[in-house]
RNA sequence: AGGGAAUUAGCUCAGUUGGUAGAGCGCCACCCUUACAAGGUGGAUGUCGUCGGUUCGAGCCCGGCAUUCCCUACCA
């Protein structure tokens, strides 16, 4: 079982997660005596494929379900994917018309068939994508939001809101996308700035020889203008308020109103009013009563009202009208604008408002009480900082649009009756009129926005409205996931229509994540050309080095910036932890495990090394404990990064290596037993965030259960007896050993001694204790800093010598290495001046203060006492070192 | 306009209760030392945006300013 020098992410992937998924690992008890533990995965577009935003955020979540999983929780991470209405229908209309085919010409249902179709064929996509990063999701139980359970689900709280009269269907003003021809809600419109114009045009006064001067970036809107507002308080108007002024072009006449909403010092002070096509004139024409004219048919071209514009499209009217104006002498000037223009989300059109019969789901009753249970702290949201923004969001909602032209989706529950116009809903097809009985019923040609089933995902995908087991064990579910970029489109809704629907919040948790960035700051997205594909990568570099990259820079709340540089940091990090293991697995070659996987050695046969590294695992393991807890994925992802490197690789397996080659054979198997054990406890701890090659390496172990993903999560307060036999103070003279070899190979590289030169050193101990941790450790001293002598002795004559003190606790060492006929002596001096600059700055600083009488007055004593102490020893040191230096002549 | 956030090493960012600044990458020097050159050892680098306040003591707490970013809402 020879292992390869690189870790080949590619040779372990695919049949590591196959096995995990033959082996029902990911399965979810619906009833279990364990507690808990459920996360609802943000269901992806089945037109999607997997991008960063998936990765980071799948990545989040494969973690917590894995750390809890590993903790004995019952787990739950439901997957599933999403219609995606608008998505979809695009996709499968765009190969229609490669066809030369479009979806009127199919008809709706051969259409409605046809995407389903293209579902079964290519839906899966994002499925396999995201197994590829290893989300170890409940995959059996699956949704996808127009499964029938889900459809059910949906019928039912659409009757249920429509009998509670929060569903209502009406004529209003709505935003309307004409590339899309159908409704699109307020949260779809992206406003961006247009550098645009200012026209002020001429409307000439009835029965008079003067004009009002109204200024519009939207002159082909006049068509639809009903009247021309001035301020209430504008001087200059008063005297035409209630007069009438006349349509320049179409001659017809319309009133002059006043409104506060006119800012008197904008423009010329006179707004037109187009209350069908603007939704500031839409309130002010609610409030004069003004009649509402639509010019604009469904595609955005101009209707009827347009009369010798007919036909034409807004920016084609725009010019043509604008050219007629100046013809006729209405035009006044041109002036550059730049203003906010809405624009669709989906297509990128610009938005018309417009005057159309939609269904609205009436937000203010049902905002209320999931406004409450954010103030109340029932949930949180993760970091906190959003619940301003949540709940100052849910102060200004307005009634959800949720009706939608399409034909891909969930069709509208509610028949209109030809005979009486009575509106029928209900969760069965409506075979005849609810009113007068007429079977002539037709059913809404409207589909459902697909947030509306968004919203429902929490507890559609549990089997409600059935009474199911599973909801019992697993609603509310535990923590969700998300951007903050849906916070209004899905969490607040979920959140309302949990508690409308099952008296309970959706989740306990709400965490936040940022946005992936490129390696400049800038938006990652397709048409920039800057997004990186996670399957590329995960080709390339391994999904474990993805998801560590992701986990490393994720920091509360905050955007990332992705560069594949830190991805090969964190590759070469795999290749590292591989090769640790490599090593091990060499020098455990002839351990004989007991049957006992929780035998463990005497403490009074381990090494110092195995005392110092099971300290410093178990500090790791805190560490983690709490990161995990607190949501600090960085934290855990950078405290585990140095562990495995500096701490494991750096130190103990170098420290360990004399063992090994040396001739005790108690020595030699109390330290393969701990080295055993932590590998296994390492690996175990690092399995959440990179969950393959730590199964790999696993499986290889001596020490091991059946499969790591279902091995138990290591914490300081299971599986106490390995951890207890490191002792704090052990480690402690571990460090200082460390101190020491560093100190020496500070030396020799500082004065350019070879690394193969071997050299003498004296080490000069200040105390007892050290010069007994000293004697006991010599040997790895002397073979990793390359000694040939080493002498643990009182410092005597310095002349010719390199010193350095070390200090580690109470505990001192002055290391000495004689330099004769080694090196230039220039280089020691100037080696020992900047120690001894670095010392005197701290000095200098130390006694200010002590000189300080309010320091000593109000500090605490420990902070006193320590500086006081800092401050002998940096003295002590100085002189140290000024003694070698003289002697260096 | 309203709200939020950021400003720390060349770059990307940590720094959780105030006690003398850290990591990764990059950089410099030396080394193919039998787990790993996707490696090892050593090294250099910061008036913590700015001004003021609280404090014995401020990167951290408070206030002003500057710059940048994001969100929400909009001026016809």
């Given at each position: 079982?020879?292992?390869?020098?690189?870790?080949?992410?590619?040779?372990?992937?695919?049949?590591?997660?196959?096995?995990?998924?033959?082996?029902?690992?990911?399965?979810?008890?619906?009833?279990?005596?364990?507690?808990?533990?459920?996360?609802?995965?943000?269901?992806?577009?089945?037109?999607?494929?997997?991008?960063?935003?998936?990765?980071?955020?799948?990545?989040?979540?494969?973690?917590?379900?894995?750390?809890?999983?590993?903790?004995?929780?019952?787990?739950?991470?439901?997957?599933?994917?999403?219609?995606?209405?608008?998505?979809?229908?695009?996709?499968?209309?765009?190969?229609?018309?490669?066809?030369?085919?479009?979806?009127?010409?199919?008809?709706?249902?051969?259409?409605?068939?046809?995407?389903?179709?293209?579902?079964?064929?290519?839906?899966?996509?994002?499925?396999?994508?995201?197994?590829?990063?290893?989300?170890?999701?409940?995959?059996?139980?699956?949704?996808?939001?127009?499964?029938?359970?889900?459809?059910?689900?949906?019928?039912?709280?659409?009757?249920?809101?429509?009998?509670?009269?929060?569903?209502?269907?009406?004529?209003?003003?709505?935003?309307?996308?004409?590339?899309?021809?159908?409704?699109?809600?307020?949260?779809?419109?992206?406003?961006?700035?247009?550098?645009?114009?200012?026209?002020?045009?001429?409307?000439?006064?009835?029965?008079?020889?003067?004009?009002?001067?109204?200024?519009?970036?939207?002159?082909?809107?006049?068509?639809?203008?009903?009247?021309?507002?001035?301020?209430?308080?504008?001087?200059?108007?008063?005297?035409?308020?209630?007069?009438?002024?006349?349509?320049?072009?179409?001659?017809?006449?319309?009133?002059?109103?006043?409104?506060?909403?006119?800012?008197?010092?904008?423009?010329?002070?006179?707004?037109?009013?187009?209350?069908?096509?603007?939704?500031?004139?839409?309130?002010?024409?609610?409030?004069?009563?003004?009649?509402?004219?639509?010019?604009?048919?469904?595609?955005?071209?101009?209707?009827?009202?347009?009369?010798?514009?007919?036909?034409?499209?807004?920016?084609?009217?725009?010019?043509?009208?604008?050219?007629?104006?100046?013809?006729?002498?209405?035009?006044?000037?041109?002036?550059?604008?730049?203003?906010?223009?809405?624009?669709?989300?989906?297509?990128?059109?610009?938005?018309?408002?417009?005057?159309?019969?939609?269904?609205?789901?009436?937000?203010?009753?049902?905002?209320?009480?999931?406004?409450?249970?954010?103030?109340?702290?029932?949930?949180?949201?993760?970091?906190?900082?959003?619940?301003?923004?949540?709940?100052?969001?849910?102060?200004?909602?307005?009634?959800?649009?949720?009706?939608?032209?399409?034909?891909?989706?969930?069709?509208?529950?509610?028949?209109?009756?030809?005979?009486?116009?009575?509106?029928?809903?209900?969760?069965?097809?409506?075979?005849?009129?609810?009113?007068?009985?007429?079977?002539?019923?037709?059913?809404?040609?409207?589909?459902?926005?697909?947030?509306?089933?968004?919203?429902?995902?929490?507890?559609?995908?549990?089997?409600?409205?059935?009474?199911?087991?599973?909801?019992?064990?697993?609603?509310?579910?535990?923590?969700?996931?998300?951007?903050?970029?849906?916070?209004?489109?899905?969490?607040?809704?979920?959140?309302?229509?949990?508690?409308?629907?099952?008296?309970?919040?959706?989740?306990?948790?709400?965490?936040?994540?940022?946005?992936?960035?490129?390696?400049?700051?800038?938006?990652?997205?397709?048409?920039?050309?800057?997004?990186?594909?996670?399957?590329?990568?995960?080709?390339?570099?391994?999904?474990?080095?993805?998801?560590?990259?992701?986990?490393?820079?994720?920091?509360?709340?905050?955007?990332?910036?992705?560069?594949?540089?830190?991805?090969?940091?964190?590759?070469?990090?795999?290749?590292?932890?591989?090769?640790?293991?490599?090593?091990?697995?060499?020098a455990?070659?002839?351990?004989?495990?007991?049957?006992?996987?929780?035998?463990m050695p005497n403490r009074s046969e381990i090494s110092y090394a195995d005392q110092w590294i099971l300290v410093k695992l178990g500090?790791?393991?805190?560490?983690?404990?709490?990161?995990?807890?607190?949501?600090?994925?960085?934290?855990?992802?950078?405290?585990?990064?140095?562990?495995?490197?500096?701490t494991f690789?750096?130190w103990y397996l170098?420290f360990v290596k004399p063992i090994f080659?040396?001739?005790s054979?108690t020595e030699k198997k109390a330290t393969q037993l701990v080295l055993a054990h932590v590998l296994?406890r390492?690996?175990?701890?690092?399995?959440?965030?990179?969950?393959?090659?730590?199964?790999?390496?696993?499986?290889?172990?001596?020490?091991?259960?059946?499969?790591?993903?279902?091995?138990?999560?290591?914490?300081?307060?299971?599986?106490?007896?390995l951890l207890a036999l490191g002792s704090?103070?052990v480690a402690?003279e571990v460090?200082?050993?460390?101190?020491?070899?560093?100190?020496?190979?500070?030396?020799?590289?500082?004065?350019?001694?070879?690394?193969?030169?071997?050299?003498?050193?004296?080490?000069?101990?200040?105390?007892?204790?050290?010069?007994?941790?000293?004697?006991e450790n010599?040997?790895a001293?002397?073979?990793?800093?390359?000694?040939?002598?080493?002498?643990?002795?009182?410092?005597?004559?310095?002349?010719?010598?390199?010193?350095?003190?070390?200090?580690?606790?109470?505990?001192?060492?002055?290391?000495?290495?004689?330099?004769?006929?080694?090196?230039?002596?220039?280089?020691?001096?100037?080696?020992?001046?900047?120690?001894?600059?670095?010392?005197?700055?701290?000095?200098?600083?130390?006694?200010?203060?002590?000189?300080?009488?309010?320091?000593?007055?109000?500090?605490?004593?420990?902070?006193?006492?320590?500086?006081?102490?800092?401050?002998?020893?940096?003295?002590?040191?100085?002189?140290?070192?000024?003694?070698?230096?003289?002697?260096?002549?």
């Amino acid at each position: 079982m020879e292992l390869s020098d690189r870790y080949n992410s590619k040779d372990v992937e695919g049949r590591i997660y196959q096995w995990w998924t033959e082996r029902g690992f990911f399965k979810a008890q619906d009833k279990s005596t364990h507690s808990p533990f459920s996360v609802i995965l943000p269901p992806p577009n089945v037109t999607g494929s997997l991008h960063m935003g998936h990765a980071l955020n799948h990545t989040v979540q494969d973690v917590l379900v894995r750390w809890k999983r590993m903790s004995g929780f019952n787990v739950l991470w439901m997957p599933g994917t999403d219609h995606a209405g608008i998505a979809t229908q695009s996709v499968v209309e765009r190969e229609l018309k490669k066809e030369g085919k479009t979806r009127q010409e199919l008809g709706r249902n051969n259409f409605v068939e046809r995407t389903w179709q293209w579902k079964e064929q290519y839906g899966g996509r994002i499925v396999e994508q995201m197994k590829r990063l290893g989300d170890s999701c409940d995959w059996d139980r699956a949704c996808f939001t127009l499964d029938e359970g889900v459809s059910k689900a949906v019928r039912k709280v659409f009757v249920d809101l429509y009998n509670k009269g929060l569903i209502y269907k009406g004529l209003r003003l709505i935003n309307w996308s004409p590339a899309l021809e159908s409704a699109i809600s307020d949260l779809e419109v992206d406003h961006k700035e247009i550098k645009g114009s200012l026209y002020h045009i001429r409307y000439p006064i009835v029965g008079g020889d003067g004009h009002l001067e109204v200024a519009t970036t939207r002159p082909e809107t006049m068509l639809g203008d009903t009247a021309v507002a001035v301020h209430p308080e504008d001087e200059r108007y008063q005297t035409l308020i209630g007069k009438e002024v006349e349509l320049p072009l179409s001659g017809r006449k319309i009133p002059v109103i006043a409104d506060a909403y006119v800012d008197k010092t904008f423009g010329s002070g006179v707004v037109k009013i187009t209350p069908a096509h603007d939704f500031n004139d839409y309130e002010v024409g609610k409030r004069h009563d003004l009649p509402m004219l639509n010019i604009l048919n469904k595609d955005g071209s101009l209707n009827e009202q347009g009369g010798v514009y007919k036909n034409l499209k807004v920016q084609e009217a725009r010019k043509r009208i604008l050219v007629d104006l100046e013809a006729k002498g209405f035009l006044v000037k041109t002036e550059a604008h730049t203003h906010q223009v809405g624009h669709c989300s989906r297509t990128g059109c610009v938005v018309e408002p417009f005057l159309s019969e939609q269904w609205f789901v009436k937000m203010a009753p049902l905002a209320a009480p999931a406004k409450r249970v954010v103030e109340s702290g029932t949930i949180t949201f993760e970091p906190e900082s959003w619940t301003k923004t949540y709940l100052h969001w849910m102060n200004i909602i307005e009634d959800w649009c949720i009706s939608r032209q399409l034909w891909w989706g969930h069709r509208i529950p509610a028949w209109t009756c030809r005979d009486c116009g009575h509106i029928t809903v209900s969760e069965m097809e409506a075979k005849s009129c609810g009113k007068c009985g007429s079977a002539q019923v037709v059913q809404d040609e409207d589909v459902l926005d697909t947030w509306f089933s968004s919203a429902l995902w929490p507890f559609s995908t549990m089997g409600w409205p059935a009474d199911t087991e599973l909801q019992k064990t697993f609603y509310p579910s535990t923590v969700l996931v998300t951007g903050f970029d849906i916070i209004f489109f899905w969490v607040a809704r979920m959140i309302i229509m949990g508690l409308e629907f099952k008296q309970d919040v959706p989740f306990r948790t709400v965490y936040i994540h940022g946005l992936i960035r490129d390696a400049q700051g800038k938006k990652m997205s397709k048409s920039l050309g800057n997004a990186e594909d996670p399957v590329q990568l995960i080709e390339e570099y391994g999904a474990d080095a993805l998801r560590f990259t992701l986990l490393a820079q994720i920091a509360a709340g905050r955007d990332l910036k992705f560069s594949v540089q830190r991805l090969e940091g964190y590759r070469n990090f795999m290749n590292k932890l591989w090769n640790a293991t490599r090593f091990a697995l060499g020098a455990l070659k002839d351990f004989e495990p007991s049957s006992d996987l929780n035998q463990m050695p005497n403490r009074s046969e381990i090494s110092y090394a195995d005392q110092w590294i099971l300290v410093k695992l178990g500090h790791l393991e805190r560490e983690l404990d709490e990161a995990l807890k607190t949501y600090r994925f960085s934290d855990a992802a950078n405290a585990a990064y140095s562990f495995v490197w500096h701490t494991f690789c750096d130190w103990y397996l170098e420290f360990v290596k004399p063992i090994f080659q040396g001739n005790s054979v108690t020595e030699k198997k109390a330290t393969q037993l701990v080295l055993a054990h932590v590998l296994n406890r390492t690996v175990r701890l690092l399995h959440p965030f990179i969950p393959f090659i730590t199964e790999e390496i696993y499986q290889k172990l001596p020490l091991r259960g059946e499969a790591l993903i279902v091995d138990t999560y290591p914490t300081v307060k299971v599986d106490k007896s390995l951890l207890a036999l490191g002792s704090e103070d052990v480690a402690e003279e571990v460090d200082l050993i460390r101190e020491v070899i560093t100190a020496l190979r500070n030396i020799r590289g500082e004065n350019r001694i070879k690394p193969g030169q071997k050299i003498n050193a004296r080490l000069a101990p200040l105390d007892d204790k050290t010069q007994k941790v000293l004697g006991e450790n010599k040997q790895a001293i002397m073979t990793m800093s390359r000694l040939e002598i080493c002498e643990i002795t009182e410092a005597g004559n310095l002349s010719k010598c390199a010193v350095q003190p070390v200090q580690v606790g109470t505990m001192k060492v002055d290391v000495i290495v004689p330099l004769e006929g080694l090196v230039d002596i220039e280089e020691e001096k100037k080696r020992i001046r900047k120690t001894i600059e670095k010392l005197h700055k701290d000095i200098v600083g130390i006694s200010g203060r002590m000189a300080d009488a309010n320091f000593m007055a109000n500090a605490p004593e420990d902070i006193v006492a320590q500086n006081k102490r800092q401050l002998e020893e940096s003295k002590a040191q100085v002189s140290t070192l000024e003694a070698a230096l003289a002697r260096l002549g």
